[in-house]
């Protein structure tokens, strides 16, 4: 193998602790686990790790719902999965826009021929349920949709007067749960949800490529009811069901290494208890806002409302100018990757991710060391 050779590069990654806001670095377990052999996707053996990882994901989401899946794609997939089964052209949906991921369901709705109600909040704030009520009382919507775990403000937004109010008004309620999944309660059934969607490389500690999706029997029967085809073939999930059902139909080639890799992941997350797992998201995430305030970075979020895995903190005023430079330094000098600010708060904020298991406190202290020692 020559020095040119592309794979020989492999052996210089740099190693990498990933604090941004995903992904993050996936556990030990997941990547040994990703490194079996391969079956193939119709092959028992695998089919009963599927069966495994459904099970598993059922009980993280709160949900008895049957079609709930890995589904082959990442986490924004998943949004436009849930969207493009429930909506049809000329469908209303109302939409709580709390920063850029509320902004992208209006995209992706917008696309889909919908007609596309905001309710926006300033970055860094909650929705307002009022507000929202308000919207859907209005318009009576087909669906509703928000994020719960904000993932380019850091803000943990309420869900449960949100959803009650949809379905008062017959809606069917999406919840984001990308960045909340397996790091804080998630109760889709509890809270009246129809259809969510995560992503496995936040606080699941897994790599890219999997959104974990489920929908409730009131959202397949919405599909059954269309009019119209879902506009996706890949993300319909009256075909995908005739795989990750009974039936085992062939509809695409899953990505089995992943899956082993999921599988691994939630076992995790079983084996420490969500309880024990949130309270060290929460710790990591205090010891973290506590080291940065004499450096002079402030949480933009409340407490009251703010994400233990994600936390936003606005940037002292001398290091706006260079922030992207400074971020730079961390991650050539200490190996130390953070995330900048989205849509309005660019320049203004960093989004510093303390999830799955880069969720303790050590790591929130590396990273303040780090800066310490780029402040002088």
Not at 107 to 117: C, D, L, N, P, Y
Not at 251 to 265: F, N, Q, V
Not at 269 to 295: D, F, N, Q, S
């Amino acid at each position: 193998m020559s020095a040119q050779d592309p794979l020989d590069s492999l052996g210089d990654l740099p190693e990498r602790l990933l604090l941004g806001p995903g992904p993050s670095n996936a556990h030990p377990r997941v990547l040994s686990a990703m490194s079996r052999p391969l079956l193939g996707h119709l092959d028992p053996a695998f089919l009963a790790l599927m069966d495994e990882a459904q099970g598993r994901l059922r009980d993280l989401y709160g949900t008895e719902n049957p079609l709930t899946l890995p589904l082959s794609a990442t986490g924004s997939a998943g949004m436009e999965a849930c969207l493009a089964n429930l909506l049809e052209p000329g469908d209303d949906i109302v939409v709580g826009v709390a920063g850029v991921f509320g902004e992208r369901m209006c995209e992706v709705a917008r696309r889909i021929g919908a007609r596309v109600t905001r309710v926006e909040t300033e970055p860094g704030t909650a929705l307002e349920p009022e507000a929202m009520a308000a919207a859907i009382a209005r318009t009576r919507p087909r669906v509703v949709s928000f994020v719960h775990a904000e993932t380019s403000t850091g803000v943990h937004q309420p869900v449960v007067e949100i959803a009650r109010a949809a379905r008062d008004a017959g809606a069917l309620v999406v919840l984001d749960c990308v960045t909340s999944l397996g790091g804080l309660p998630v109760k889709l059934d509890a809270w009246g949800i129809d259809a969510a969607y995560s992503g496995t490389q936040k606080c699941l500690s897994c790599p890219p490529g999997l959104s974990p999706v489920s929908f409730g029997e009131r959202a397949l029967a919405r599909v059954r009811d269309r009019e119209t085809p879902v506009q996706s073939w890949y993300f319909d999930v009256s075909l995908l069901s005739g795989y990750y059902g009974g039936e085992r139909a062939y509809h695409h080639t899953a990505p089995i290494s992943a899956i082993y890799g999921l599988c691994e992941g939630l076992k995790i997350v079983e084996e420490e208890g969500l309880p024990a797992r949130a309270t060290r998201h929460y710790e990591a995430a205090a010891a973290l806002v506590a080291g940065l305030a004499p450096l002079g970075f402030e949480p933009l979020v409340p407490e009251a409302i703010r994400l233990p895995m994600l936390t936003s903190v606005r940037l002292p005023e001398q290091i706006r100018e260079n922030e992207a430079a400074l971020r730079r330094r961390l991650l050539d000098r200490h190996g130390i990757e953070v995330g900048g600010g989205l849509g309005k708060l660019a320049g203004t904020i960093w989004r510093i991710g303390l999830m799955g298991e880069n969720a303790r406190v050590e790591n929130a202290e590396r990273l303040v060391e780090a800066l310490k020692s780029e402040l002088g």
